[in-house]
T-cell receptor, first 113, second 113 residues
Framework: AQSVTQPDIHITVSEGASLELRCNYS??????LFWYVQSPGQGLQLLLK??????LVQGIKGFEAEFKRSQSSFNLRKPSVHWSDAAEYFC???????????FGDGTTLTVKP | DTAVSQTPKYLVTQMGNDKSIKCEQN?????MYWYKQDSKKFLKIMFS???????INETVPNRFSPKSPDKAHLNLHINSLELGDSAVYFC????????????FGPGTRLTVL
């Protein structure tokens, strides 16, 4: 069965600093990988996704993620964090056979002024 | 234009009561989901419907019964509510399967007293 691990429960960065959120997955075939963001009191919104092609994926709000098959990772990055980026971030892997996505436990991002 | 809407947004009720949450999507998607997010923000899939047919039924108590009158609607009925049912419930939809982007509703915060 597929699984997703987000090793960092909580990350705090200063506004303007760079950000990297880690995601490791376990899946037998080529994975469908997603990053979603959940702002306080809201539903999840897609930041970016990967299935095939260029391993560096660009998303909304200045985010990008890099798929590394050898490391089973799909880390999310942003060069300069804004206060509005404070939110919960979820990595997910889509399973074509099971017809569902499995979500990681999330990483809470706090942005210091 | 709200893509995925849920009602109500907040639901406070007593133990033992029966309640329903409604979900509608206007995206023309074939697949809809119910997720439960607990107080630690862990997100777990409960059910998935594709064209009104139940395709995923995770380990969820029988007190939870989804109903899909048409592919644009997926409602969740909960019988005999328990304290542990307190959570935020999210409805989501995707074009076909979970390997497609999921669009989430704003959530329904259920509090059982």
């Amino acid at each position: 069965a597929q699984s997703v691990t987000q090793p960092d429960i909580h990350i705090t960065v200063s506004e303007g600093a760079s950000l990297e959120l880690r995601c490791n997955y376990s899946y037998g075939a080529t994975p469908y990988l997603f990053w979603y963001v959940q702002s306080p009191g809201q539903g999840l919104q897609l930041l970016l996704k990967y299935f095939s092609g260029d391993t560096l994926v660009q998303g909304i709000k200045g985010f990008e993620a890099e798929f590394k098959r050898s490391q089973s990772s799909f880390n999310l990055r942003k060069p300069s964090v804004h206060w509005s980026d404070a939110a919960e971030y979820f990595c997910a892997v889509g399973d074509t056979n099971a017809g569902k996505s499995t979500f990681g436990d999330g990483t809470t991002l706090t942005v210091k002024p | 234009d709200t893509a995925v809407s849920q009602t109500p947004k907040y639901l406070v009720t007593q133990m033992g009561n029966d309640k329903s949450i409604k979900c509608e999507q206007n995206l023309g998607h074939d697949t809809m989901y119910w997720y439960k997010q607990d107080s630690k923000k862990f997100l777990k899939i409960m059910f998935s419907y594709n064209n009104k047919e139940l395709i995923i039924n995770e380990t969820v108590p029988n007190r939870f019964s989804p109903k899909s009158p048409d592919k644009a609607h997926l409602n969740l009925h909960i019988n005999s509510l328990e304290l542990g049912d307190s959570a935020v419930y999210f409805c989501a939809s995707s074009r076909r399967t979970a390997t497609d982007t999921q669009y989430f509703g704003p959530g329904t915060r259920l509090t059982v007293l």
